[in-house]
């Protein structure tokens, strides 16, 4: 089994900054990619931020300059800076990782969500 678990979402005002953070945990041999995803009401789930082993990033053009994604390897944690934040940034932000486990099968895993309320 396999745990990913988000903290540091909030409410905070318009240009505000949050920062969160997903630890995985559990039978995990190696992890590939880690990322963010979001959703908002009525609208389907959307990727925010990527990072790969190799340190490759991806990031939603509606996030560039204002986000960014770091990883530590060690403590098998992905972090998401959010600056300047917007109230259209307003969703349940989850947590991301595609890995290989102890059991020699790849896998994709979430996190339960941590919701982000940006106020105008």
């Known amino acids: 089994q396999v745990q990913l678990v988000e903290s540091g979402g909030g409410l905070v005002q318009a240009g505000g900054s949050l920062r969160l953070s997903c630890v995985a945990s559990?039978?995990?041999?190696?992890?590939?990619?880690m990322g963010w995803y979001r959703q908002a009401p009525g609208k389907e789930r959307e990727l925010v931020a990527t990072?790969?082993?190799?340190?490759?990033?991806n990031y939603a053009d509606s996030v560039k300059g204002r986000f960014t994604i770091s990883r530590d390897n060690a403590k098998n944690t992905v972090y998401l800076q959010m600056n300047s934040l917007k109230p259209e940034d307003t969703a349940v932000y989850y947590c991301?990782?595609?890995?290989?486990?102890?059991?020699?099968?790849?896998?994709?895993?979430w996190g339960q969500g941590t919701q982000v309320t940006v106020s105008s």
């Open positions: 991301n990782s595609y890995l290989y486990t102890d059991s020699r099968t790849w896998d994709t895993y």
């Open positions: 559990g039978s995990i041999f190696t992890i590939v990619a």
């Open positions: 990072i790969n082993a190799g340190g490759g990033l």
